[in-house]
């Protein structure tokens, strides 16, 4: 069995507008992470598959050789996300392969890490119904540690944190914000936060990272329609 460091990892980022697929491998210690990614824009154009490929090909690798599958599980596009767990869960069942799920809001702050951001900075997603999903990191050269956890917040909170000076990043353009950096979730930062670790999980438990309360209404029960007497 290979050492979970050395694990050749695709990871799969369809948590925003802006797909990626990257296969991410180490050949042993002390030698850099080698990344092939492949990265699409518009969201409900991309193909998962052609991406998995494309980056399987600048990989040099076949499917068989991938031993885990890393998921970015939002918050963000609720069918984004569905769409990478559904391509994990059945993978998984084709050859066996660990599955990870990991926080796409983390992932943020990763890339952020990576494109040189320092200091306090407020991971801001945009949750519909004029909420925001909202968390906290503190970045610095070499690490980056979570301040406040993720949660659900109101359009006029993130407003009033703004003014008093919160910086916000994140994954789409939102115009209310002027100086609001636009940070993507890239799954060749995702496939590096999986190296090393070991809390895999079966496709049955991956679950898209989604803070409100799941509310279902029981349809009524199908009315017998009388047809004319005969």
């Known amino acids: 069995m290979s050492d979970a460091s050395f694990m050749k990892i695709l990871a799969l980022e369809f948590s925003s507008s802006q797909r990626s697929v990257a296969v991410v491998q180490a050949k042993a210690t002390g ?4 990344v092939s990614e492949v990265v699409e824009t518009g969201g409900i154009g991309t193909k998962p598959l052609a991406m998995v490929e494309a980056a399987l090909r600048q990989a040099q690798l076949e499917r068989e050789q991938i031993e885990c599958l890393a998921v970015g599980l939002g918050p963000g596009s609720y069918n984004g996300v569905r769409t990478a767990i559904a391509l994990a869960q059945g993978w998984q069942l084709a050859v066996g392969v660990k599955l990870l799920g990991l926080s796409s809001a983390e992932c943020i702050a990763a890339e952020a890490q990576s494109e040189g951001l320092i200091g306090q900075v407020a991971v801001l997603i945009d949750a519909q119904r004029g909420d925001f999903y ?23 909170d993130v407003t009033a944190r703004h003014q008093a000076g919160e910086r916000l990043i994140g994954p789409e353009v939102l115009n209310r914000f002027a100086d609001f ?15 090393g670790r070991c809390d895999f999980v079966p496709g049955e438990q991956l679950e898209p990272i989604y803070l409100r309360p799941t509310t279902f209404v029981k349809a009524a029960a199908p009315g017998i329609v009388s047809g004319p007497a005969r």
């Not at 690490?143 to 993720?150: A, C, F, G, M, T």
């Not at 636009?182 to 190296?195: E, Y």
């Open 31 to 34: 030698f850099p992470l080698q």
């Open 181 to 195: 950096r636009v940070v993507f979730p890239r799954a060749g930062v995702l496939g590096r936060l999986a190296v």
């Open 134 to 156: 909202r968390a906290v990191y503190e970045i610095s050269a070499s690490d980056y540690k979570e301040r406040e956890p993720l949660a659900l917040t109101s359009a006029s």
